[in-house]
């Protein structure tokens, strides 16, 4: 062999599969993901015993995934020693988004800083793929698509920090996105509000973008509390 080591061709698309999940992260990701899509619904029991079955796995990793939830804020202990689905109060609405009022303004006037014409389509395309979804009445899709167009903006902000930051509220934003693009006439508010953002961007105006955005998440919060009061939020 000449003294050199020989070496293997490496194969095309295969990539080191990582460590296994541990049954407790699949149990925790499961019922977080119900949570936040409204499958689980708030004040709804959490019976250790049920989920184990439910989910055929031991109670040990559903206990695991319990505490974790806790720490997280989306469950919480009941005088049985149970869980439920926590609810979230008003204080927690107005001060949540009241921060991402503030945070994902500010990412929306340092967007329009980085403005160019691949942006520009980028938002506009995203626009277009909701608006035809508010055609149709998907209200999956539009949530899909209300998420990747701010997510543009995220990005383009340009600072990871502030990126990382948003991202905290992320599950608590997902939360509320599909109540309220099932309100009344929001999705189309919100289809509006978006088309408002991108023309002022385009026009470089970040005052105009920053004051659109905080305008656009705190209507939201109106609506949500709104809706609570009348008992159709969830």
């Keep these: 062999m000449n003294g050199k080591r020989s070496k293997t061709a490496l194969l095309k698309g295969i990539k080191p599969v990582g460590k296994p999940r541990s049954m407790g992260d699949v149990a925790y990701n499961s019922l977080k993901d119900a949570i936040i899509k409204g499958t689980l619904v708030q004040g709804q029991k959490l019976i250790e015993t049920q989920l184990s079955l439910q989910m055929k796995v031991s109670r040990v990793p559903v206990r695991e995934a319990m505490k974790k939830l806790e720490r997280d ?16 109060s008003k204080d927690e609405i107005g001060e949540t988004f009241g921060i991402r009022a503030l945070l994902e303004s500010y990412a929306a006037l340092l967007a329009t800083e980085h403005i160019d014409d691949g942006l520009l389509k980028k938002l506009e395309d995203s626009i277009g793929a909701y608006r035809e979804a508010l055609g149709t009445g998907d209200t999956e899709r539009l949530m899909q698509l209300n998420t990747q167009f701010h997510e543009i903006i995220y990005k383009a902000a340009g600072s990871q920090k502030l990126y990382d930051l948003i991202n905290n509220f992320r599950d608590f934003i997902y939360r509320y996105r599909r109540p309220l693009l099932n309100c009344p006439d929001y999705a189309g508010l919100s289809l509006n509000d978006h088309e408002e953002m991108v023309a002022a961007m385009r026009e470089r105006d970040q005052e105009k973008v920053e004051q659109l955005v905080k305008k656009h998440i705190l209507r939201g919060k109106e609506i949500i509390l709104r809706e609570m009061e009348k008992g159709s939020m969830f």
């Design 73 to 88: 804020g989306l469950v919480e202990k009941t005088e049985t020693r149970g869980f439920v689905v926590k609810n979230i």
